[in-house]
Each structure stands twice: as C-alpha cells, then as structure tokens.
C-alpha cells in the first residue's frame, strides 16, 4: 500500500471547507501524492467525489465511521 503524504483534518468544518482545506493542501504537492481527508460535513459525501472527478484527481477509497468521513486521494 502507498503511504500517504498528508491528512488534511477537516472535522468540524461546514461545506466548503473541507474541500478549501484538501484543494490548498494538494495544490503544490506532485502527481501521485496520497491525501487522507477527514470531515465530519455530510455534505462531504458527494461532495469530494465530484470534486474529485472535476479536478481531475482519483478518489481512491470512502469510509465512513462514528460520523467522521475519510476520504483517499490521488493528485493526478
């Protein structure tokens, strides 16, 4: 398994910020880095797969567990 390079710790935050935080954090990292995201928004849930698919970036697993929301990503 490849190791990721940041988890972006978004709970508590309300739509868009767990999206704001994960976008700044990816931003300047090179192709192929791995992101954790962690939020608590339900809103997450469609949220960062259609983010994902518009950037361009591979969202590689979804989780979800006593209400936080874990999300894998791949920078493309």
Known sequence: MDTITATVDA????CPGPLVSLAKAIRDASSGALFELLATDPGAKSDVP??????GN???????????????????
């Open 11 to 14: 709970k508590g935050q309300s």
């Open 50 to 55: 259609s983010w994902a698919e518009l950037s």
């Open 58 to 76: 591979e969202l590689l697993e979804t989780h979800e567990s006593d209400g936080v929301y874990r999300f894998v990503i791949r920078k493309r």
